[in-house]
């Protein structure tokens, strides 16, 4: 079946330095994206989603890039702490709204050193 | 709100044993799931229920079995756990707005 991929398993950044990690996905259908954030020890918490309708949405210090010619997704984390260091994932969900199923993908390892 | 709640946090099971996973949620939503993390790997669904008395399998639902209690509790059972069974499990929830919310997580050994 189709699945959500992620371009690069780690990142290593630089405090106040920006991130920018990234998601391929494959199935052309999908039309919510999220983004999660998971500490170690603890189940991923959400950060932010785009719907297909967009092609980006900023929240606090984030922004979600949709790239549907491409299929990628983006997240990009400004001016990155060391509290940011945790692993991301991507989610797309297929489906229709109220009976979303979600796809992860492997997650990206990102790592803000002092 | 406590959110999404898990029992228990970590578990021993020899090979064979049956045990079974709590979780409940107290944020009124309608769907609920329940997903295995191993090492290196992404999440993946083992069974869902969109709604109080239904649910569905997922990608990798064979040796579990699920019950949508009420609208609150999902709860997955191992019927006869195996060592390829040991893993981090995980519960999630979603409303209208189809963000999933998870829960801490259940650690699982099995001998």
């Known amino acids: 079946g189709e699945s959500v991929g992620l371009h690069l398993p780690t990142l290593s950044v630089q405090e106040g330095d920006n991130s920018i990690i990234n998601c391929a996905y494959s199935?052309?259908?999908?039309?919510?994206f999220i983004w999660y954030k998971q500490e170690s020890g603890k189940g991923p918490q959400f950060i932010i989603d785009?719907?297909?309708?967009?092609d980006k949405r900023q929240g606090q210090r984030v922004t979600v890039l949709l790239n549907k010619t491409v299929k990628h997704l983006s997240l990009q984390i400004a001016a990155t702490q060391p509290g940011d260091s945790a692993v991301y994932f991507c989610?797309?969900?297929?489906?229709?709204?109220?009976?979303?199923?979600?796809?992860f993908g492997r997650g990206t390892s990102l790592i803000v050193h002092p | 709100n406590a959110g999404v709640t898990q029992t228990p946090k970590f578990q021993v099971l020899k090979t064979g044993q049956s045990m079974t996973l709590q979780c409940a949620q107290d944020?009124?939503?309608?769907?609920m799931y329940w997903y295995r993390q191993d090492p290196g790997m992404g999440l993946r669904l083992i069974y869902y229920?969109?709604?109080?008395?239904?649910?569905d399998k997922g990608e990798v639902p064979n040796g579990y079995n699920v019950s949508r209690l009420n609208k609150r509790e999902f709860s997955l059972r191992l019927e006869s756990a195996a060592p390829s069974q040991t893993s981090v499990y995980f519960c999630?929830?979603?409303?209208?707005?189809?963000?999933?919310?998870f829960g801490p997580g259940t650690r699982l050994l099995v001998l």
């Open positions: 229920s969109a709604s109080e008395g239904t649910t």
């Open positions: 785009i719907r297909s309708n967009m």
């Open positions: 999630a929830s979603s409303g209208l707005q189809e963000t999933q919310y």
């Open positions: 989610a797309e969900n297929m489906g229709s709204p109220g009976s979303y199923i979600p796809t």
């Open positions: 199935n052309s259908a999908s039309d919510y």
């Open positions: 944020m009124n939503h309608n769907s």
